[in-house]
């Protein structure tokens, strides 16, 4: 179960409303912590499965609908692959997160609900943390948080030249595919967000969902070749 543990000092609120709707919403639903195992038709082929899933929450999706979305996220797996695999913990996010006392440096760190962790791509927990459902952070803060991470992982040998991929000397390209990651994530959390409201019953997520879309939007409508998805998300918003 998810602990919903108080905002940390500093984090601001999103205005959180339950008005937006649930039944708009659609997304992938696998573990991309496995993406880099799975062929391109394997990794689509759960993309499909998984809006036929979605369906009972949103009647409308056309076939040219569906057929666009696959055709997205296909021209975006290559360059997922790209990207050096690493342990990943999935659900790594500030509620996650506990601070042990008597304890120094990473050691201080407590980690809970790591359960789901897989091997998939480096960049998948850092924008789990940083692009939270349940909490904003400023861009800058964001943008320095992942220098400092990118900078450590440089110099342990995961990212760089140096690596055994050679990806990620450029900073950039590594933003990308963080935020890439993120938007990834945030269908994911739209899909299974709505799939709770609609099947189960369950409405209290409904409130997050403004933050989630926002993030979702604002990544598609930045990156050349995802304008599609971003007219798709705001039809659904």
Request: proline residues 3%; contains cysteine.
């Amino acid at each position: 179960a998810r602990r919903r543990g108080r905002r940390p000092r500093g984090s601001r609120g999103h205005g959180r409303g339950s008005s937006w709707r649930a039944d708009g919403l659609w997304a992938r639903r696998d573990r991309l912590g496995r993406v880099g195992v799975a062929d391109d038709d394997v990794d689509v082929g759960n993309q499909r499965r998984g809006l036929g899933e979605v369906d009972q929450l949103r009647s409308e999706v056309t076939d040219a609908e569906r057929g666009e979305y696959c055709d997205i996220w296909r021209s975006l797996f290559p360059i997922a692959r790209r990207v050096p695999n690493v342990l990943v913990l999935r659900d790594f996010h500030v509620d996650n997160l506990m601070v042990l006392p008597g304890r120094g440096g990473i050691a201080s760190c407590g980690l809970l609900d790591f359960q789901d962790a897989v091997y998939g791509p480096i960049t998948y927990d850092i924008a789990s943390l940083l692009r939270d459902a349940f909490i904003s952070w400023e861009e800058d803060f964001i943008i320095d948080i992942t220098i400092r991470y990118w900078e450590k992982a440089r110099k342990a040998g995961l990212l760089g030249a140096s690596s055994a991929t050679g990806w990620g000397d450029d900073f950039g390209d590594f933003y990308r595919s963080v935020e890439w990651m993120g938007l990834q994530r945030h269908l994911k959390v739209l899909g299974i967000f709505a799939r709770l409201h609609h099947r189960d019953g369950k409405d209290n997520y409904l409130r997050d969902l403004p933050l989630v879309m926002r993030y979702a939007i604002a990544v598609a409508r930045r990156y050349q070749g995802l304008g599609p998805l971003a007219k798709l998300l705001e039809r659904c918003a």
